[in-house]
């Protein structure tokens, strides 16, 4: 028996690799650009309760975008 060599029980577990970063969509940055060309300083950037509504549009939209499942375009009521 050596008694110089470490044990298995004396080894740290090591951690599982974290999932890799997902990469962004690439229509995120499409419909970004769209939004800063046309909403910031239009009637509805006046009215909050439009911009919320408009903002909570672009968030679906983006989101539909990034659907591996296109169907998800469709209404989902």
């Known amino acids: 028996m050596n ?14 690799e974290p999932p890799p970063d997902p990469q962004p969509n690439p229509h ?3 419909v970004e650009r769209w939004w800063a060309d046309h ?6 950037a006046a009215l909050t309760a439009a911009w919320n ?16 499942n296109r169907a998800s375009l ?4």
């Open 3 to 16: 008694d110089t060599a470490p044990s298995r029980a004396a080894r740290p577990a090591l951690a599982p």
């Open 28 to 30: 995120d940055a499409l």
């Open 39 to 44: 909403f910031p300083g239009s009637p509805v």
């Open 53 to 68: 509504h408009a903002y909570a549009a672009k968030e679906d939209l983006k989101r539909r975008l990034s659907s591996p």
């Open 74 to 77: 469709k209404e989902e009521n």
